[in-house]
């Protein structure tokens, strides 16, 4: 089956405490996405990904790191965490020639207190 | 940078009624997606709309794309209660840049 996993689903952690969201496609795409969530802004995308080893910034980098070291997986990073990281996140991924039609994991609610 | 608003952020309709969201991007879009996402879940591709004034459709859902490549709208006619979720236009500027509107909370009141 098709489909974008993330790991951890929840996750409940304490300011400071470094932290990997995992994400892993298998549908061989190369572009590759991390999103969050807030009530009242929608969407906005965090970090990037063409292809392995080429990763950009999106709308809101600040205090994430990703990396791109093999197609299928893309981790999102938080060094550092923070109250204002408390957040819904979503990986998404897509074909380059699907005119980038993304399909979206199921979301990881983080809540760092 | 590309922004791409999107209005209105809710509507409540009576079921039966029809239902339109609209999105403006600051500048010219090279494609525009919609998506929805139900309560509790991930957005959902729905349809990619890439010519000027182009306009689709999928049973009650018709999709346009406006003539400047810049705006673009959702009309759902004769909701239902499954319509219910949140609507999400999302503008690509260049082929890797994507910026989701804010979205419209769809609410169908039976």
């Known amino acids: 089956e098709a489909q974008v996993t993330q790991n951890p689903r929840y996750l409940i952690t304490v300011t400071g405490k470094k932290l990997t969201v995992t994400c892993s496609q298998n549908m061989n795409h190369e572009y590759m996405s991390w999103y969050r969530q807030d009530p009242g802004l929608g969407l906005r995308q965090i970090y990037y990904s063409m292809n392995v080893e080429v990763t950009d910034k999106g709308d809101v980098p600040e205090g994430y790191k990703v990396s791109r070291k093999e197609k299928r997986n893309f981790p999102l990073i938080l060094e550092s965490p923070s109250p204002n990281q408390t957040s819904l996140y979503f990986c998404?991924?897509?074909?380059?020639?699907?005119?980038?039609?993304?399909?979206f994991g199921p979301g990881t609610r983080l809540t760092v207190t | 940078g590309q922004q791409v608003m999107q209005i209105p952020q809710y509507q409540h309709v009576q079921e039966g009624e029809d239902f339109t969201t609209y999105c403006n991007s600051s500048t010219t879009l090279s494609n525009i997606q919609w998506y929805k996402q139900r309560p509790g879940g991930h957005p959902v591709f729905l349809i990619q709309?890439?010519?000027?004034?182009e306009v689709k459709k999928q049973k009650r859902l018709t999709f346009q794309f406006g003539e400047a490549k810049k705006n673009s709208s959702l009309h759902i006619t004769a909701t239902q209660t499954t319509d219910v979720g949140t609507y999400f236009c999302?503008?690509?500027?260049?082929?890797?840049?994507?910026?989701f509107g804010i979205g419209t909370k769809l609410q169908v009141i039976p």
């Open positions: 999302a503008g690509a500027g260049g082929y890797q840049k994507v910026t």
């Open positions: 709309l890439v010519k000027s004034g």
């Open positions: 998404a991924s897509s074909y380059r020639d699907r005119g980038y039609e993304q399909y």
